[in-house]
């Protein structure tokens, strides 16, 4: 396992928007979080990366894992957060070189690897990154979080407002690193039954607790998760 | 006399004495700006630091070493002053409201500015500079040395951090830092240690500035203080925000104050101070974020 989350809570304020996650994610595997709006899935992946207050055991790679989110960065996880996190005033070059910022080797040819999968970054690379269209910070994004080579990919819904070819590119990136470099993905996503399609298992949250967890065919025939998320 | 004699040899003369004074604007200038970027705080006791750091300047070069050789272990002295000052001194009220945070660092600046009467004494130093106050001949124009060499020594260190911010990882790192502290911490970057870097930056700036600035005013506890106050107006001038507009700002603002001092009669030494203030005054009346900034547009 590459990551275990054992009984996580974790609160903004007095608000306790998980109450007792317990969810692992297998080495080479693609894992996603499905569930309604507001039942907890962008606070998971927080609560991973540092940028929430948690409680409960995180165990990465075998070891616990630090609450702060510059040291779970040079663990090897990458956080494609809501929003994207993208530095918008700076350019798309100097993006993916802050990408890659806990790396030493050549920049350069890390990004190649970004280009060949995005190769409207290539020739935009001096562009301010605020001035991407959607689906090109949403690459940008992915490009940044693959330049860092990371062992634990978490992205928080990548389709969110991106056409659906724009979509299938990302997703054929993020099957493509699972299988050459044996990174593992941890995604939020509301398009459930694209998550169920290339998802090696699940976890359906609801008000901060898992309440089904299984493998993708598991619940993409389970019939109330069908009713609830998949809509048919 | 509203006007007073004009020849262009000595508008030249003028000129270069102008840029010399905006030089030393401009450093500190960008000292203020920097640590502004990146953590939002007007530092107040940006002249006191500099001020401190050239009095363990002049306490080496008493102890025997030249002016170049010291130069050098201020600049690390400071860069580890201002760095601490950050880790100790501001970390606490990183979370506290502005007031407070002004308030300390007047406090620290108070502070410092004692710290010197104790261990210097408030008398004013005759500071010995690296250049000589010899004039050479420029195109017909008599420019002194050491103007030539204040304005070099700035305009270099102001190159070299452009480059620095431009070129390198860490630079970029604390560009990053300063524009998105949370995607910053999610790529690995440990902002709290790229604020008191930007810390040791602004001190080593207000160093070379104070050193440059010493043997041409007299050195005391109190030297920085009103160049402290034209280097607010023009990081201010410059946008606050922009490192470029800081320079710019601080060179204009040292030849403007300088031609009006010298050709508008009743502005004279004593009216200089108010009349850039005025300046600065119009100047964001007509743009608001100054040269380089940009607005913060509120929506209603
Ligand atoms: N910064 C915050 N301050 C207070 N409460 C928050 C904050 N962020 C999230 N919450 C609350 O925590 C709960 C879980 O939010 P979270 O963002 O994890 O939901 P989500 O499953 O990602 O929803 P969505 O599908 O809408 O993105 C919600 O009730 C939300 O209101
Ligand atoms: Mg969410």
């Not at chain 2, 990146?38 to 102890?63: D, P, Y």
């Amino acid at each position: 396992m590459i990551l275990e989350l054992h009984n996580v809570e974790a609160r903004y304020g007095p608000v306790k928007a998980l109450h007792g996650i317990s969810l692992r994610v297998g080495e080479g595997e693609l894992v996603a979080v499905l569930g309604a709006n507001g039942a907890g899935k962008t606070t998971t992946l927080r609560a991973v990366s540092g940028t929430v207050r948690r409680s409960g055991d995180v165990v990465f790679a075998g070891k616990k894992l630090s609450r702060r989110p510059e040291a779970t960065a040079r663990a090897g996880i990458a956080h494609v957060p809501e929003g994207r996190g993208t530095f918008s005033e700076l350019s798309v070059w100097e993006n993916l070189r802050l990408g890659g910022y806990t790396r030493r080797g050549n920049v350069k040819h890390e990004a190649r690897r970004v280009f060949e999968f995005f190769p409207q970054l290539e020739s935009r690379l001096d562009q301010q990154a605020g001035t991407l269209s959607g689906g090109e910070q949403q690459m940008l994004a992915l490009g940044r979080a693959m330049m860092a080579r990371p062992k634990l990919l978490l992205l928080d819904e990548p389709s969110l407002g991106l056409a659906p070819i724009v979509v299938t590119v990302i997703f054929e990136a993020l099957e493509h690193m699972k299988g050459g470099d044996g990174m593992s993905v941890l995604v939020v996503e509301q398009n459930a039954s694209l998550a169920l399609a290339h998802a090696t298992r699940a976890y359906v949250l609801e008000v901060g607790k898992v309440v089904v967890e299984g493998t993708g065919d598991e619940l993409r025939t389970n019939e109330s998760v069908r009713r609830s998320y998949l809509g048919y | 006399m509203l006007v007073a004699a004009f020849t262009w040899a000595e508008l030249a003369q003028q000129l270069a004495a102008g840029i010399r004074e905006g030089a030393i604007y401009a450093g500190l200038a960008l000292a203020i700006v920097i640590i502004y970027r990146t953590t939002r705080v007007i530092n107040f006791a940006q002249g006191e630091m500099a001020t401190f750091t050239t009095f363990i300047a002049w306490s080496l070069m008493n102890h025997g070493l030249s002016f170049w050789t010291a130069f050098p272990v201020v600049l690390a002295i400071a860069f580890a002053g201002g760095v601490a000052i950050e880790r100790v001194v501001l970390r606490p009220v990183e979370n506290a409201p502005v007031l407070t945070i002004v308030i300390v660092t007047l406090g620290l600046a108070l502070l410092l500015n004692g710290l010197m009467s104790v261990i210097w004494g408030g008398a004013n130093r005759q500071f010995h500079g690296p250049f000589s106050t010899r004039t050479i001949d420029v195109g017909g124009v008599p420019i002194s040395v050491q103007d030539i060499g204040i304005v070099a020594v700035s305009v270099g260190l102001v190159v070299l951090l452009a480059l620095f911010f431009r070129f390198t990882k860490l630079g970029l790192a604390l560009r990053a830092a300063a524009v998105n502290p949370e995607s910053s911490r999610l790529v690995g970057i440990r902002v709290g240690w790229m604020l008191a870097l930007g810390w040791g930056i602004a001190a080593v700036l207000g160093a070379v500035a104070g050193m440059m600035i010493a043997p041409v005013v007299f050195l005391d506890p109190n030297m920085m203080q009103t160049i402290l106050l034209y280097a607010f107006a023009a990081a201010v001038l410059g946008g606050l925000d922009s490192p470029i507009g800081a320079v710019v700002g601080g060179i204009l603002l040292g030849v403007t104050i300088t031609l009006l001092g010298r050709y508008v009669g009743f502005i004279g030494s004593t009216l200089k101070l108010p009349a850039a203030l005025m300046l600065i005054l119009v100047l964001l009346l007509v743009r608001p974020g100054g040269l380089f900034g940009r607005v913060a547009v509120r929506r209603v």
